[in-house]
């Protein structure tokens, strides 16, 4: 009968802290809100897919996202590349390592020298009035 009585006392304890526990967590979820379910979620699509799979649905999410204002801009890109011309191109990264020397191309020269003129030409004319 006292091994009864023993388990039973042991058994209350063990439902006292789970109590607890559940009203410390339900604190917490109250208090964080939704946020917490979010963080879960994610958690979880970690753990499922993997972290590189999960690192590239983030980034297509960012650039479906961002999408809509790039096919705005992309008349001003067009104008760019007319604007440098054949100066400007980039290769794939396998071609670079066979051929470093061609990095050099990769750089916007007419605009990196319109921007450099403009510069200098900026400060004569601040230097002149200060």
Same mark, same amino acid.
Request: charged letters at 15%; proline letters at 3%; one cysteine or more.
């Given at each position: ?10 058994l209350?304890?063990k ?12 604190i917490?979820?109250? +208090? ?16 499922? /897919? ?14 479906a996202?961002?999408?809509p204002?790039?096919k705005? @801009? ?8 007319? +604007?440098?011309?054949?100066? +400007? +191109? ?8 066979? /051929?470093?020397? /061609? @990095? /050099? ?12 003129l ?13």
């Open positions: 009968m006292k091994l009864f009585v023993k388990s039973y006392k042991k209350i304890e439902i006292k802290q789970f109590s607890w526990y559940s009203l410390a967590m339900l917490v979820v109250v +208090f964080a809100g939704p946020e917490i379910f979010v963080a879960m979620e994610l958690t979880l699509m970690l753990e499922v /897919m993997g972290a590189s799979t999960f690192c590239m649905f983030y980034l297509s999410a960012i650039k996202f961002f999408e204002y790039l705005k @801009l992309k008349p001003y890109f067009e104008r760019f590349v007319q +604007f440098e011309g054949h100066s +400007f +191109f980039v290769l794939k990264y396998k071609q670079y390592k066979q /051929m470093p020397s /061609m @990095l /050099m191309h990769a750089v916007p020269a007419n605009t990196l020298l319109l921007g450099y403009s510069i200098i030409t900026g400060f004569a004319i601040l230097t002149k009035i200060v």
